[in-house]
């Protein structure tokens, strides 16, 4: 519950950022999908929280089953989603942050962005053991319910850890562009950079 109140704090000094008033530019509106992107993951990363924890406590074979189903559809889904914000952002965000940091003198961002790019990789090989498992699970119910509830804890660790490396990297990713948002503002306003 608490990585939950440092996301809103966050959340509410990022808004409270001059990047409204910034005007009608291309890149405001970059970040402003952005921030509107990351907000949808997280709220869809709480709900994924929220069931797996019912699911971990419940001994109700049929309740947790449904849980299981539930689960399935919401991680798909959520993949979905998480490969077009990463396709846009490959597309739109990493060009402009890597435009500003060739014009300053400072290190290249590319590392950082491979890494950003890369949590994306390690999301998906958790989800997906996840939706091996969780299919397994469901297939198997009828036989062995001991068992089912073994390979339960194991699928829902791998859900949860999925889960928390893309909070991990949202964190991370808002913390390399919002704080150079006004500067970068500032650079494309003075063409030093264009987008």
């Not at 519950?1 to 001059?18: A, C, D, G, P, Q």
């Not at 402009?96 to 950003?116: G, N």
């Not at 996840?130 to 804890?153: H, R």
Request: with cysteine.
């Amino acid at each position: 519950m608490e990585w939950r109140m440092i996301v809103m704090y966050r959340k509410e000094l990022i808004s409270s950022n001059s990047l409204e008033t910034a005007g009608p530019t291309k890149f405001t509106n970059v970040v402003k999908r952005l921030k509107e992107e990351h907000s949808s993951l997280e709220e869809k990363l709480n709900h994924l929280y929220i069931k797996a924890e019912q699911a971990q406590g419940n001994r109700d074979m049929s309740v947790t089953l449904n849980l299981l189903l539930l689960l399935r559809v919401d991680v798909k889904n959520l993949m979905k989603e998480l490969g077009a914000h990463e396709e846009w952002e490959e597309l739109q965000v990493y060009p402009i942050a890597s435009a500003y940091f060739k014009q300053r003198i400072r290190p290249s961002i590319t590392p950082s962005i491979w890494v950003l790019e890369k949590e994306h990789e390690i999301v998906k090989q958790c989800f997906q053991p996840f939706l091996l498992l969780s299919k397994e699970i469901i297939a198997t119910v009828e036989n062995n319910q001991a068992k089912v509830f073994k390979q339960l804890n194991l699928c829902l660790v791998y859900l949860l850890q999925g889960c928390s490396v893309l909070q991990e990297h949202i964190e991370l990713e808002e913390g390399l562009i919002y704080p150079l948002v006004d500067e970068i503002i500032a650079a494309i306003g003075h063409k030093e950079i264009s987008i």
